[in-house]
């Protein structure tokens, strides 16, 4: 079945360093790629998109590919500021559902 | 925008009890869905609707029942509350283009319960 393995966190970087948050899925067919973030206190909320290989999603100063060959969509920012706090999610569409990582959290400090 | 509102932020029942969890969307959107979410195990599905009075089993449907008599509203149940099922659970929508469960999902706030 589909599968979704992201890197455990707490993450926690210095306001403008540089982010990656790792994510690699398992799947069946040509799955479609989400990143959702969820602020403290908050229900989840899309981030960014891919439907098929080689697309790149943005929003906000976050990035990430589809990359088939390497089954990734790694999301990376250049410039982490405190307000991007929040746990991570990514998941893949495909079949009939969201198949969702186990979340990443991020913690930015000044 | 999108808007999915959930009937509790917090909710603390004793174990036996009957719990309802109501989940309401704005946006005539045909896919509806419970999860819960635990740490370290990121969102589970419950349950998912594709349409009134329509439901699908997800991942971990034991110990759960849905309703969805309107397509704005659905309801989670759980019978007989246990302390195992003390979570975060989620509701979240989404538009349902020619029958695609895939669409970007939009989340309600969630409601935390805790059964004692």
């Known amino acids: 079945g589909n599968s979704v393995t992201q890197m455990e966190g707490p993450v926690t970087l210095s306001e403008e360093a540089f982010l990656t948050i790792n994510c690699t899925y398992t799947?069946?067919?040509?799955?479609?790629l989400f990143w959702y973030v969820q602020y403290p206190g908050e229900g989840l909320q899309l981030l960014l998109k891919?439907?098929?290989?080689?697309d790149k999603g943005s929003n906000k100063g976050f990035e990430a590919t589809y990359r088939k060959e390497t089954t990734s969509f790694h999301l990376e920012k250049g410039s982490v500021q405190v307000s991007d706090s929040a746990v991570y999610f990514c998941?893949?569409?495909?079949?009939?559902?969201?198949?969702f990582g186990t979340g990443t959290q991020l913690k930015v400090e000044l | 925008d999108v808007k999915v509102t959930q009937s509790s932020r917090y909710l603390v029942k004793r174990t036996g009890e009957k719990v309802f969890l109501e989940c309401v969307q704005d946006?005539?959107?045909?896919?509806m869905f419970w999860y819960r979410q635990d740490p370290g195990l990121g969102l589970r599905l419950i349950y998912f609707?594709?349409?009134?009075?329509?439901?699908e089993k997800g991942d971990i449907p034991e110990g759960y029942s849905v309703s969805r008599e309107k397509k704005e509203r659905f309801s989670l149940i759980l019978e007989s509350a246990s302390t195992n099922q003390t979570s975060m659970y989620l509701c979240?929508?989404?538009?349902?283009?020619?029958?695609?469960?895939?669409?970007?999902?939009?989340f309600g706030p969630g409601t935390r319960l805790t059964v004692l």
């Open positions: 979240a929508s989404s538009l349902g283009t020619s029958g695609s469960f895939v669409d970007t999902q939009y």
């Open positions: 799947a069946t067919g040509y799955p479609s």
């Open positions: 891919a439907t098929k290989a080689d």
């Open positions: 998941a893949l569409g495909g079949g009939n559902k969201l198949t």
């Open positions: 946006m005539d959107h045909e896919n």
């Open positions: 609707s594709y349409d009134v009075k329509m439901k």
